[in-house]
């Protein structure tokens, strides 16, 4: 059993064993000071006087017949009961001064901030990034200065006479410009679409009836065509004998297409190849 009695700022306790009446009484550590404690009796105003009381009561420690088991402890501790807590209250939210309000029905409120600025700072930056990674991307792979140049080329139809065809280079390939005889558009137009290996009309091909404009790589292996020249009075590959008229259609030999049509467009006197 034990009890604590304050004085002032101080207090004792005093345990002894399990004597209903004999435990406790209190006083500062000093006796002139308890003395000024009108509650406290003299006797118990030290812890000697205590532990002689206690002793008395109980017939000594621990032999008291009443006493069947116990500790007779005195001890001292600042019990600080006169010091008063700082009011915090200007520091709180306003949804936690209440503190009988559960935490999680105030829990949106206080995490409105943060949750905006992790989403809304978070979306920026990743928006931020992303368009980072595409640019620098885009840049990387884009065309360079003197190749974007290139990019298309125009070329003055009075430089190639009616029955020529002449040779241009476009993006690193051969471009074969022909101007077309009438004979050779009549002849062409004429051909049985049903015929041909790669079914396509001439007007299918050509964007006026006098200028037919092929990239000139044979659609076999690769090969650079030879312009005017083979059976059909087109092009010849001589590399495994391909003929094409003068369409620029597959007629004879192992090539499985027709030579490829670029994107051009006339303008003026010139024809714009890389423009449609
Ligand atoms: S590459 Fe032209 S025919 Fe083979």
Known sequence: MASLARSGGFAVKVISGSQPHV??????????????????????ATAETRQAAVSRSTGGVFTNGLAVKGINVT??????????????????????????????????QRRALPTALYYGAGGVLSLWAGKEVVQTLVSYKAMAADQ???????????????????TFEWRGKPVFVKHRT?????????????????????DERVQKDEWSVVIGVCTHLGCVPI????????????????????????????APLNLHVPAYSFKDTTIVIGSS
Not at 24 to 43: D, I, K
Not at 148 to 166: C, F, H, V, W, Y
Request: charged share 25%; glycine share 6%; net charge negative.
């Open 23 to 44: 435990n406790f009484v209190a006083a500062s550590p000093a006796a002139e000071t308890v003395s000024a404690f009108r509650e406290v009796p003299a006797e118990f």
């Open 75 to 108: 001890s001292r501790r600042l019990a600080h009961t006169d010091v008063s807590f700082p009011n915090m209250e200007s520091y709180r939210r306003d949804s936690t001064k209440n503190t009988q309000t559960p935490a999680r029905d105030t829990e949106d």
């Open 148 to 166: 974007r140049a290139l990019a298309s080329i125009e070329i003055n139809m009075n430089d190639i006479p009616e029955g020529q065809t002449k």
């Open 182 to 202: 009438k004979a050779e558009i009549a002849k062409e137009k004429a051909v049985p679409v049903a015929d041909l290996r790669h079914p396509q009309h001439d």
């Open 227 to 254: 312009a005017n020249a083979g059976d059909f009075g087109g092009y010849y590959c001589p590399c495994h004998g391909s003929h094409y008229d003068a369409s620029g259609r597959i007629r004879k030999g192992p």
